[in-house]
């Protein structure tokens, strides 16, 4: 995970957060979080995809948003390029009793982040506009089609 803080007369400090790999922190696969900045009274951006492994990411950045809260930080804003779970936004429609006890996991990340402490999110392509009304702290879903378009156009790919 990538965090930076910006402070009031600082200029923006950033660096990798040193998060363990499972298994090497402690020998049952706990996590272990050392912050690379003072965060207390700093705007802290934290920088990480949700994607595989999957639940080790989503826990990473809940112990991170933690350790911020913890250290005081003014506010924190999870950049998440990939928002994990985010498929797994609505119960099942069947009728069949076994498939409407599904889990809604992408309000679950939800909840979860703002538990950590998260102020913010600003995510990229979400699966599905729903997904915004599971925060409530501002989420802002970016998108990067025109990002794409410039770089095809740009490549003489573009029509």
């Known amino acids: 995970a990538r965090v ?5 007369g600082d200029r923006e400090k950033a660096g990798d957060a040193a998060v363990s790999e499972p298994g090497v922190a402690f ?6 979080i050392q912050l690379p900045v003072t965060a207390r009274g700093k705007d802290v951006f934290i920088i990480q995809s949700l ?4 639940n ?16 005081s930080a003014k506010r924190i804003t999870a950049v998440l390029p990939y928002y994990a779970y985010a498929r797994a936004d609505e ?5 069949n009793h076994a498939h409407t006890r599904r889990p809604v996991t ?12 998260v102020d913010r ?9 729903q997904i ?10 970016l998108s990067a089609l025109k990002v794409f378009v410039r770089h095809l156009e740009g490549a003489g790919l573009g029509g």
């Open 4 to 8: 930076a803080g910006v402070g009031e």
């Open 27 to 32: 020998s049952d696969g706990e996590t272990r």
């Open 51 to 54: 994607g595989p492994p999957v």
């Open 56 to 71: 080790d990411s989503v826990f990473q950045t809940l112990a991170l948003a933690d350790a911020l809260r913890r250290s």
């Open 91 to 95: 119960k099942s429609a069947s009728t």
């Open 106 to 117: 992408a309000r679950l990340v939800a909840d979860l982040l703002q538990a950590a402490g």
């Open 121 to 129: 999110v600003l995510a990229l392509e979400l699966h599905a506009g």
């Open 132 to 141: 915004q009304g599971f925060f409530g702290v501002p989420l802002d879903d």
